[in-house]
């Protein structure tokens, strides 16, 4: 916004009276002063976005204070210019900032908050990278548990501020704007993030909320980001990448390493994107086409079908795997499907030997010598030898062990435990194994008994409490349960049952919370009866064996029932436990011997536990289930398909393609099928450089994407006090074009047109500014989050803490710190130095072609011009004949930059000083309005074009306007009867414009002379320049 003329002159004037009052009277005039709200001149000229006056104030020299942090907070991008440019220039090294010096009783803003983090909390995609072109940094976050000097010195002096602070940095740190513009790989950085705040919300309770917040953000942001997806190339290539893998390829095996990286660090929502989704059920279906389509009873035969041929799929593989049915073994859906039925198997054959089908059947079709035979294995069956379904239950049981331990040996400990079917999986196997145990040492003694002659074979009802066959029994029956309860993570592939099992998974948790306050709460009941009830409980226990050798009496048969009631703390507990489902009666009270005071407060003492149990524990439980379960349902569709997701990558890895128990047989056909994977050096170099380029390509334009619907969505918002200003000054700026349409048409308009013109609104003004500034979107160059944390390891938090080091060893805080600082200096503003440098970067990468430009329009037209579109079909010969031109052009071009760039650096070191004549006037010496002499390119066409008409140059076309086409742009094409460019016509000049100082011109050249030759000297020669301008 600019300053009218009238207000801008009468506050110079003002200033510079006050500062001659000074002079005279020190202190009578306080350019500092603030108003009653505490805002000083800048401030308010900050809110007001008033740069001239920002501009007349510092040139008074006041105290600028936290006027850059507030430019940043009003997101004034002029203001926060300017305002970094005066405080390079005020400030000396070593001394605190402006914004530092001030009292932080009253500041704004908290000592923490640099210019970068301010501009990172309101998510400001260019104040940003003006801060980092300037070579701007954060000042990094420690870790939680870093115990260096000055986290100790900083957590007793202020452990609020300590805490905050932290929050502040990782605020910053997870804004999309500054993700996108510090990061090579914007989704691995937000993984990280994601479980560095996912650790702090465990670890500080008290700020978890905003934690919370902050992992929300970075999940919407990677989500965001693969929304931006516009192919399932871009989307194979971004969730297969891999930084230690071979490059992915259209149509080979995908083993999504980045999504198994979404999915270990919990990003449900990226994971359950429809982009993401679309892209896995492609996967999973592969080898059943047309599946989706089919109706539920045709896909149940088809499911059918396989299951019951899973035998023939498994020997295929094992023994011919390249064969039809051995290949689709590798077929994600159709190995699961052929998994399930191995594993319905097993629990068909569990259901047998409960229900004892083998006697069953045995009795009723067998002959004299099988029921022989029957009766005898019924007599021996403590110690009997297994049957036969026992030992295919075995084999199951050793093939299932041995996946799992498969499993254990490639995903290590650590990712193992993380499924908790695989801990469901090692308890069922740990029962399974004890069953195998325990019946091997009954057929052991068993023998041994034989062996000795010694009777061994008794009836079941006499057999010790603790017999082998006894444990092992309940050992099976326990393995047996949760073999079955297995198939609900089955279900999970269904969309009706999927739900379901997610919740279920989350009442499991539920329950297992209110366990412990009911564990309390029965114990404390359980220690208070017994205490009570112990001595009435023995009188008992002695009255009911009262016959003698210790024998019950059927007499005495009430005291035999009630004195285990309350024996001890473990049956007081079980009584009490049991009470909770009203199997517990208030007979059992009546104990021989009981007063009438221990009665009463037993009572009371179980009428407590019953309220406390029944009507509050009880009721906490089902509340907090159904919570669980409306929580579930608020996002069921994300929960169950990122357990669905997990379910399908289980089966998208190569390998464990058999299942149990055709996984202990050798697999012959792959050792027939190996192949060497040896790759040459230079091979794989090549491949690591195209994987990383191919995968950085589809990250910018995903970012590129992501910006540019960023910064429309901020166009688009909803009208508020801006627009409806900027809308008043497009009307006032039509009123006084309309008064001047009509002064120039001699009409009396009095002196309105007199007025100053207003300035454009803000979105307009944003506008000019990127349009002027060369707004881009991408990386800022040198700005590497990756590089500068190569050392660190994979499972790091912290992405841009270098001192941040995982290890179970005790660390040197204070050198972690000092290493960090050698990696990573903070600076709070920069300079403009860095910009600069970073700018001639990027021009640079431009002129080399790693930062292309588009000139398809361009091409376009020139085609146009050389007659290639003439006719209703494409002139190839044409077309052939200009494609080689342009080529030749672009050559040219690219050889005069780089000996432009030589001669630009011989002109500034004084080699270079004008034209060989020593009566012209040297280069320096030029006026701006002469045209410098241009040979015509060696890689133009020497002809004319075919269609294009002779072009003419316009008045309006300075020499300044040529000077400002780019190399890379097609020349327009000239005619014979055109001036050569060497010769230094005028350029007309407009009637405001004051006469130049005259130029000597170089002599004119006639098109079919050759171009002039230096004549030799042995005085410095001028080189020839060409108008193009400066690069």
């Known amino acids: 916004m600019k300053c009218p003329l009238s207000i801008y002159l009468c506050v110079t004037r003002i200033l510079k009276k006050g500062s001659k009052d000074n002079d005279v009277t020190p202190d009578s005039f306080n350019i500092n002063c603030k108003d009653p709200l505490g805002r000083s001149a800048i401030a308010i000229a900050i809110e007001n976005e008033n740069l001239d006056m920002i501009t007349v104030l510092l040139e008074e020299n006041i105290e600028s204070g936290d006027s850059l942090l507030r430019a940043i907070s009003e997101q ?51 104040i940003i990278k003006l801060l980092l072109d300037r070579g701007a940094s954060l000042p990094m976050p420690h870790d939680i548990k870093c115990a260096c000097d000055e986290c100790l010195v900083s957590s007793a002096e202020d452990s609020l501020r300590h805490s905050l602070s932290r ?64 192919t399932r190339t871009e989307l194979e290539i971004v969730l297969n990448y891999d930084p230690q893998g071979e490059p992915y390829k259209k149509g080979e095996f995908m083993h999504l390493a980045r999504l198994r990286e979404a999915v270990a660090s919990d990003q449900r929502k990226f994971v359950a994107h429809s982009n993401v989704q679309q892209l896995l059920g492609q996967v999973w279906y592969d080898g059943m086409p047309g599946f989706k389509r089919l109706g539920p009873l045709a896909q149940l035969t088809e499911i059918a079908k396989i299951g019951c041929l899973f035998p023939l799929y498994c020997f295929a593989f094992l023994f011919a795997p390249t064969s039809s049915f051995g290949a689709a073994m590798k077929k994600p859906f159709i190995k699961f499907i052929v998994h399930s039925a191995a594993y319905c198997c097993f629990l068909l054959l569990l259901v047998i030997v409960s229900l004892r089908v083998e006697t069953l059947v045995m009795e009723l079709l067998g002959n004299e010598w099988m029921l022989q035979r029957l009766r005898q294995a019924e007599r021996e069956s403590r110690g009997g030898f297994p049957s036969v379904v026992e030992l295919l239950i075995v084999v199951f049981v050793v093939g299932f062990i041995a996946n799992e331990l498969s499993s254990l040996w490639e995903e290590g400990l650590s990712e193992f435990i993380k499924d908790l079917w695989n801990i469901v999986d090692f308890i069922s196997y740990f029962f399974y194994m004890n069953w195998i145990f325990l019946r091997a040492t009954a057929w052991f003694l ?61 009442m499991v948790i539920d329950i297992i919370k209110f366990f412990f306050i009911y564990t309390l709460v029965l114990f404390a009941f359980g220690c208070g009866l017994n205490q009570m009830l112990w001595y009435y409980a023995d009188l008992d226990m002695k009255k009911c064996y009262s016959l003698p050798g210790g024998l019950p009496n059927p007499e005495e048969e009430s005291s035999c029932e009630i004195w285990r009631r309350f024996s001890n703390l473990f049956e007081t507990s079980q ?50 289930m159904s919570n669980s ?26 390998g464990h393609e058999m299942p149990s128990p055709f ?46 619907k960023m910064q429309r969505k901020n166009d688009e918002r909803t009208v508020n006090e801006d627009d409806i200003n900027e809308v008043k ?14 002064r120039m048409n001699n009409m009396n308009t009095g002196t309105a047109h007199e007025k100053l013109e207003t300035t454009f609104g803000k979105k307009q003004q944003a506008r000019e500014r990127r349009l002027m500034k060369g707004f881009n979107i991408g990386m800022v160059e040198g700005v590497d989050v990756n590089r500068s944390l190569a050392g660190m390891v994979k499972k790091s938090m912290n992405l841009l803490a270098a001192f941040k080091i995982k290890q179970h060893k005790k660390k040197d805080w204070n050198r972690e710190v000092r290493m960090s600082k ?57 077309l052939q004949t200009a494609r080689q031109e342009l080529d030749d052009m672009e050559k040219s071009n690219q050889q005069y930059g780089r000996g432009w760039k030589k001669v630009k650096a011989l002109h500034a070191e004084g080699h270079v000083t004008g034209n060989s004549n020593p009566s012209s006037p040297t280069t320096d010496q030029q006026p701006r309005s002469a045209t410098p002499s241009k040979q015509p390119s060696a890689a133009a066409p020497d002809k004319q074009p075919r269609t294009a008409a002779p072009s003419k140059q316009s008045p309006a076309q300075t020499p300044a306007n040529q000077q400002k086409q780019t190399p890379s742009e097609p020349a327009p094409a000239k005619s014979p009867s055109q001036p050569p460019p060497n010769s230094a016509a005028p350029a007309p000049k407009s009637p405001s414009q004051p006469p130049a100082k005259p130029v000597t011109p170089a002599p004119a050249k006639s098109p079919s002379q050759p171009p002039l030759k230096p004549a030799a000297s042995s005085g410095p020669k001028s080189p020839t320049f060409k108008s193009q301008g400066w690069l």
């Open 729 to 742: 000054q497009d009307i006032s700026s039509f009123r006084y074009e309309l008064l001047n349409v009509l």
């Open 575 to 624: 009584s009490l436990f049991w009470a909770s489902f009203g199997l517990i009666n208030l007979d059992v009270f009546e104990l021989t011997g009981i007063k009438t005071f221990t009665r009463f407060w037993s009572l009371l003492m179980y009428g407590s536990y019953n309220v406390i149990n029944v009507i509050v524990l009880l009721n906490l439980l089902i509340a907090m």
């Open 167 to 230: 929050i502040n940095a990782y605020r910053a740190l997870t804004s999309p704007s500054l993700i996108c513009l510090s990061s090579n790989d914007p989704l691995i950085t937000s993984f990280r993030l994601s479980e560095e705040l996912n650790s702090l919300a465990s670890m500080e309770k008290e700020f978890v909320e905003d934690y919370v917040a902050l992992r929300n953000q970075v999940q919407k942001f990677t989500m965001d980001l693969i929304e931006e997806t516009r």
């Open 76 to 126: 004034y991008v002029e203001g926060v210019e300017l305002l970094l440019m005066h405080e390079e220039n005020v400030h000396k090294a070593g001394e605190p900032y402006s914004w530092e010096r001030g009292n932080r009783d009253r500041a704004t803003f908290t000592p923490d908050i640099t210019p970068l983090i301010l501009a990172a909390h309101n998510n400001n995609y260019e």
């Open 822 to 878: 050698r990696i990573y200096k903070t600076d709070h503003i920069g300079s403009s130095r860095t910009s600069m440098k970073r700018t001639s970067l990027r021009q640079n990468a431009r002129a080399s072609g790693s930062i292309k430009r588009s000139n398809a329009w361009k091409t376009v037209q020139y085609y146009q011009r050389s007659g290639v579109f003439m006719g209703e079909e494409v002139n190839a010969a044409i």
């Open 663 to 708: 996984n202990l047989l050798p697999n012959i056909g792959s050792l027939l099928t190996t192949k060497s994977s040896v790759t040459r050096e230079s091979i794989r170099k090549r491949q690591d450089s195209f994987r990383d380029d191919q995968y950085q390509g589809i990250m910018k334009n995903l970012v590129r994407r992501y910006v540019t």
């Open 629 to 654: 379960y409306a929580i579930i349902c608020a996002q069921c569709d994300v929960e169950w398909k990122f357990a669905r997701s997990k379910l399908w990558m289980s089966y998208f890895e190569q």
């Open 446 to 506: 068993s023998q041994r008994a034989e062996w000795y002659g010694e009777k061994y074979y008794y009836p079941r009802e006499m057999w010790p409490y603790f017999d082998p066959i006894l444990i092992s029994e309940g050992m099976f029956g326990a393995a047996n349960i949760l073999s079955f309860l297995k198939l609900v993570h089955i279900f999970g592939v269904n969309p009706h049952m999927g739900p379901l099992q997610v919740a279920l998974g989350r």
